[in-house]
């Protein structure tokens, strides 16, 4: 079956550590999405890609990073410099140029802070 | 720019008794609309979308939204839930002008379905 599988679903990080989120789809969708998630807040955008090799800042994108180097593969690190790291966070995507078609979401991963 | 708005944080019902989630948006240029769901520790899931023609939509497991422009709306409801559909509920709005399949989405509604 297609679908988006993010890994893991839980993640712990030390005071001062980067830690990366994997996101890996089998879709053949070339847009893909990361979203951080907090409680009464909705998701917010952090970082997209409409295109390999390509990616943009979204409303929230101090203190992250991304890479996308295969269509497939969507990582996203979560760098020192963000001081509030601890979120649900979500990967997404769709086909880009067709609004109508709706992203699809992986079941997301949580991080806390040890 | 979009903002959506979802007017109720949290919904407490019995089931078997009908429900509305309520959702206004807010918006300079036209947009589709979607509702996602979301179970507890997992992603979201496409509920139902409006796109044009007919304003009421519905999905297969029995909820239904109506757009509304001139009051820039697009309420779901249920006419008798199962305890099955208590989960997190989000509203969320893509222009359909701009670069990339951009979504906003409101802060959610949290659905409870009572025994």
């Known amino acids: 079956d297609g679908g988006i599988t993010q890994s893991p679903k839980y993640l712990f990080r030390k005071e001062g550590q980067n830690v990366t989120l994997s996101c890996e789809q089998n879709?053949?969708?070339?847009?893909m999405y990361w979203y951080r998630q907090d409680p009464g807040q909705g998701l917010r955008l952090i970082y997209y890609?409409?295109?390999?090799?390509?990616?943009q800042k979204g409303d929230i994108a101090e203190g992250y990073s991304v890479s996308r180097e295969k269509k497939e593969s969507f990582p996203l690190t979560v760098t020192s410099a963000q001081k509030n790291p601890t979120a649900f966070y979500l990967c997404?995507?769709?086909?880009?140029?067709?609004?109508?078609?709706?992203?699809?979401f992986g079941d997301g991963t949580r991080l806390s802070i040890l | 720019a979009q903002s959506v708005t979802q007017l109720d944080s949290q919904v407490p019902v019995f089931e078997e008794a009908p429900v509305e989630l309520r959702c206004n948006y807010s918006?300079?240029?036209?947009?589709?609309l979607f509702w996602y769901v979301q179970y507890p520790n997992q992603g979201l899931q496409l509920l139902l979308k409006?796109?044009?023609?007919?304003?009421l939509v519905e999905s297969i497991n029995g909820f239904e939204a109506e757009f509304n422009k001139s009051q820039t709306s697009f309420h779901l409801r249920k006419p008798s839930v199962h305890i099955s559909d208590t989960a997190e509920y989000f509203c969320?709005?893509?222009?359909?002008?701009?670069?990339?399949?951009?979504?906003?989405f409101g802060a959610g509604t949290r659905l409870a379905v009572h025994p």
């Open positions: 997404a995507s769709s086909i880009p140029t067709a609004k109508y078609q709706p992203q699809h």
């Open positions: 879709l053949n969708h070339d847009a």
């Open positions: 890609s409409q295109i390999v090799n390509d990616f």
């Open positions: 918006s300079s240029v036209s947009v589709y």
């Open positions: 409006y796109l044009s023609g007919s304003t």
């Open positions: 969320a709005v893509s222009p359909l002008s701009g670069g990339y399949n951009k979504l906003i």
